[in-house]
Each structure stands twice: as structure tokens, then as C-alpha cells.
């Protein structure tokens, strides 16, 4: 295989829009625990590497076979060419990198880390058997939070503010896997696959991922107000516009202008949410 291919398939697998919209919420777990530092900085950002990949691997793994079938998938993604073999290798390496990761950092972390596993493996699976779907996806993003904060606490929170990011996570993560299912509603029609962009068509769809998002945005602004810090109050106006303006003027027929909303606006709101938490937090 071409040095040049190789790229391209990394390429594919190392989305950054995803990748900074999930460790933003990783780092901003690990900034509302106690006592972090570098050593837990160092491997919680190697686990969520780790687990990233290998999620995709697996959610890769097991919808080959459909995968295949969309042009526009094959078009867009050349790591489909990778043989099953080689995918599932990697995704038990990978596996094998996050867990020692996770024993690194304290025993809570590590007795956690199968379950976590488990989830990258049922999920794919749901895409036949359910348009709620969604919603799994959602509570596998709002796990980034929890894994930051375990990851240098090695303990559950105690305090109600990082559960209620968990909460807009769920909304925010589920609000976009319902944008990004209305580019395939056509194919995932043919082929049987449980969407709401197919239930309930994508103009209804793009509705109630609009009143998820915007669900999503009053919590963020609750967890600010909750905080008691003027900047995060600040950033949390901000990035909750970010997150509501991937909705204005929408056009359900244009595939290309709804999967750049769906990468910028929600990598910013990330992004915005961290900087104004982790400047509180230092200052």
C-alpha cells in the first residue's frame, strides 16, 4: 500500500473536528477534578487517543458490510479499503494501549475501562435495530466528561456540575448523529437501517436535533451560572450560540453545508467551553 494511501486512510480515522469536540470535553472533566497535573494529563490524552481509534475501528469492523454499499461513504472514507483482519488487530492493540493507560492512572479508572470497550462494540450494532440510536451515541460522547474527571480523581464527582455537562453531552452528541443521519437517509431507507432523518423524514429530524441542541444549551448555561465564574458564564453564552448556529438557514438537501456545520460548530463550542473553564480554573 502507497505511503500516499496510508496518509489518506489516517486521514480518514483522525477526523480533528470529532477529535477536538471529545478531548475538549476530556480536558475540561480532568480541569474540574482536584489536584491534576501533568502525569494525569499525559494519560488521560493517550487513552482517549486510544479509544477514539479504536471505536472507529470497531464501529468500521462491524458495519463493513453496509459501509461498502454507500457510495458516498466510499467516496469520502478510503479506510474502507483496510481488510477486516487488519481492522480488528488494530482495535485489540488499541484496546490493549487504553486499558494500560487506565491502570496507570488509579484502579476506578481501570475497572471502568472494559465496560467502556463494550459500549464501542454494542453500539455499532444498534444502527439495524433501533432510530434511538441516537441517543447511544450521545451517551458514549457524554462519557468523555466522567473519563477526564475519573482519570486524575479516581473517583465518581461529587458535585452536581459535571454531571450536568454529561447530560447536555448526551443531548449535544445525539443532536448530531441525527444531523449527520440526514446525508444518508436515502441509503440507510434502502437498507433498512433505524434513522430518525427515516422515521420521521429529515425536516422533522433536523427539528428535534434543533430542540436537543437547544436543550443542550440551557444546561451548559446552568453548569456556568452554577460555577460562579464570570468568564465561564461568558463562555458558556458564547459557545452555546456556536452550538445553535449550525441550525440557522439549514438546508436539508445540501450534504456538504450540513457535515461542515455538524465538524465546525460543534468542535467550536467545545473549544469555546474549555478556554473559558480551564481560564478559570488556572487564574
Same mark, same amino acid.
Given at each position: 500500500m502507497a505511503k500516499a494511501e496510508i496518509?489518506? %486512510? !489516517?486521514?480518514? !480515522?483522525? +477526523? $480533528?473536528?470529532? %477529535? %477536538?469536540? +471529545? %478531548?475538549?470535553?476530556?480536558?475540561? =472533566?480532568?480541569?474540574?477534578? $482536584? +489536584?491534576? =497535573?501533568l502525569f494525569s494529563f499525559a494519560f488521560i490524552t493517550i487513552a482517549f487517543m486510544a479509544a477514539r481509534l479504536a471505536a472507529l475501528l470497531m464501529n468500521k469492523y462491524l458495519g463493513r458490510e453496509i459501509d461498502v454499499k454507500n457510495k458516498k461513504k466510499l467516496e469520502s472514507d478510503p479506510s474502507l479499503a483496510v481488510p477486516k483482519n487488519l481492522l480488528l488487530a488494530s482495535f485489540i492493540i488499541l484496546t490493549a494501549i487504553f486499558i494500560f493507560s487506565a491502570y496507570m492512572l488509579n484502579t476506578l479508572a481501570l475497572l471502568l475501562s472494559p465496560l467502556v470497550i463494550l459500549l464501542f462494540v454494542v453500539d455499532p450494532k444498534l444502527k439495524k435495530r433501533s432510530a434511538s440510536r441516537h441517543f447511544s451515541v450521545g451517551t458514549i460522547e457524554s462519557i468523555d466528561v466522567l473519563a477526564g474527571y475519573i482519570g486524575v480523581a479516581g473517583s465518581f464527582p461529587y458535585t452536581a456540575g459535571p454531571y450536568i455537562l454529561v447530560l447536555s453531552m448526551i443531548l449535544v452528541g445525539s443532536g448530531f448523529d441525527i444531523l449527520y443521519s440526514v446525508i444518508h437517509m436515502d441509503f440507510d431507507k434502502r437498507h433498512g437501517l433505524k434513522t430518525y432523518p427515516v422515521k420521521y423524514g429529515a425536516k422533522k429530524a433536523v427539528r428535534i436535533s434543533s430542540m436537543l441542541h437547544y436543550s443542550a444549551s440551557a444546561l451548559i448555561l446552568v453548569f456556568a451560572v452554577m460555577s460562579g465564574y464570570a468568564v465561564v458564564i461568558v463562555g458558556a453564552v458564547v459557545a452555546a450560540v456556536a452550538l445553535m448556529l449550525q441550525h440557522v438557514g439549514l438546508d436539508v438537501k445540501n450534504d456538504a453545508s450540513i457535515a461542515m456545520r455538524i465538524k465546525i460548530y460543534n468542535a467550536l463550542f467545545a473549544a469555546i467551553l474549555l478556554v473559558s473553564i480551564a481560564i478559570a480554573r488556572l487564574a
Open positions: 496518509s489518506r %486512510i !489516517l486521514a480518514s !480515522l483522525f +477526523n $480533528p473536528w470529532l %477529535i %477536538i469536540y +471529545n %478531548i475538549c470535553f476530556v480536558y475540561i =472533566g480532568m480541569l474540574l477534578a $482536584p +489536584n491534576f =497535573g
